[in-house]
């Protein structure tokens, strides 16, 4: 008896491991797209997050609309929003450096910080799960029907963007811009319109995780900081613009989170991910799967 | 075929090109010399859109596109072999290829067939075709930069110092691949400092002095041009004046 429940212990631990991982695992995703098209890192990644869970309560509970219509609503109203910045304010900046213009997204995560406080106020919001019913018990563990969603939103993510930069001419160029701007434009891409869809494609992507997470764990005006500070490790962990090592990083950095929370404590669960962070730049800065071969190549 | 008329360009306070006005007939190869510093790659990036002219007009197949973006004059036909190559290091010698046809994605039999002659042409490129094109030499890598310019089908190849930094021998080899795009019927306008090699190859050729075409001529007539001589082939004015 006593070791059945350490055993359903553990797979309940790995199981709510896995569904922050994916989590953080799209957050990390949201990050290489973006930096593989401009080798920028957007700190405001974090916020698109938190606002795809709030657009999504707005939808849902002041609007009143389906919980599917209004997940599809806030991706694509955070799309938006991830549109916005790219034209209103990291355009206006194109001629400034790279570091710069990594400064600048801090800056509009602030901003978008502080305007979802004045919006929202600064209490948590909670969402309907995507499909009611009991969880599904599994050896002794409880997964909730929440979590399997969290799952297949994050697959489908992944199969759509591999198959995009593998497969597509766009997603191609898209990484072509980030390799070499000006040789990309001298072979007809139009590198500024990448940019303007890898800001936009993030945004969603964020959002999708945001949307995805409130029913379980709740979302409010500064939930994104920290969501965003773990995406980064995973992102940096995994090597950055890998997006293989973000869902691999990000499914690490969750069920270590996790075992720490179950079996230590919960108080350290948030330094884990630092942690991982720090000894990924101190012994791997090119990443678990970055090729050695192509950090060497890139500048930044 | 490609006209440039009394073109002025500025790099913020530098006055880079003073009215340079030069032309390219179809299937011709015209060479363009002169030392560092003297404008060649303003030119370059002129023509191509880079860089905007403060003044005067460069015409393509009869329409003016001094104002157009870089990806529009791409499309018009021109496909520029840049100084210092700038493939795309982190990707493969295949997605080089590809990107090259970026503006016939949507014909995928015809950039397939393409990718083919590419390495038919150079079957290094097919041996590489998946290892990252940051990983080739020099010369290897060049040879991708003039494929990738081909595989969007210009009508006109702009080739900028194809020749720098790369080993004698790669020198030549390349040198004989140009010449083999002429033999094709290309038109072709190359930037060289290697004045003799240009020149040899060359139907015409211009020179190029701190922003100003100071002479204009056959190649082969360039080739024995005094001034040129002196100043672009390293023969000693003695040498010259005691001739």
Redesign the interface.
Known sequence: MDSFSLGSALLQYTVSGLTIGVIYALVAIGYNIIYNVTEIINFAQGEFVMLGGLFAVFFAQSLHLPIFLAFVAAIGLTGLTGFAMERLVIRRARSSTVLSLIIITIAVSILLKGTAMFWWGKNPYSLPPFSSGRPFIVLGAAIQRQAVWIFAVSAIVVVCLTLFFRRSAYGKAMLASADNPSAARMVGIPVRQMVLLSFTLSAAIGAAAGVSITPISLMEYDRGALLGLKGFGAAVLGGLGQFFGALVAGIVLGLAESFCAGYLSSGYKDAVALVILLLALFFKPEGLFGSREAAKLKRF | MLTVKSVHTHYGSIHALKGVSLHVRPAEMVALIGANGAGKSTLVNTI?G?IKPTKGRIEFQGESIETL???EI??RGI??V?EGR??????TVE?NL???A??H?RNGQQVEMDKESMYARFPILRERSRQ?A??LSGGEQQMLAIS??LM?RPKLIVLDEPSMGLAPLMVKEIFRIIQELRQEGRTILLIEQNARAALQIADRGYVLETGKLVLEGDGSVLLEHREVQRAYLGKGAREIWDA
Do not use: D, N
């Not at chain 2, 700038?86 to 990707?91: A, K, S, W």
């Open positions: 191509c880079l973006s870089p990806e791409v499309r496909a520029l840049p700038q493939i795309f290091c982190t990707m997605a590809e990107m090259g970026f503006i994605r990252l940051g990983t990738r310019a969007s």
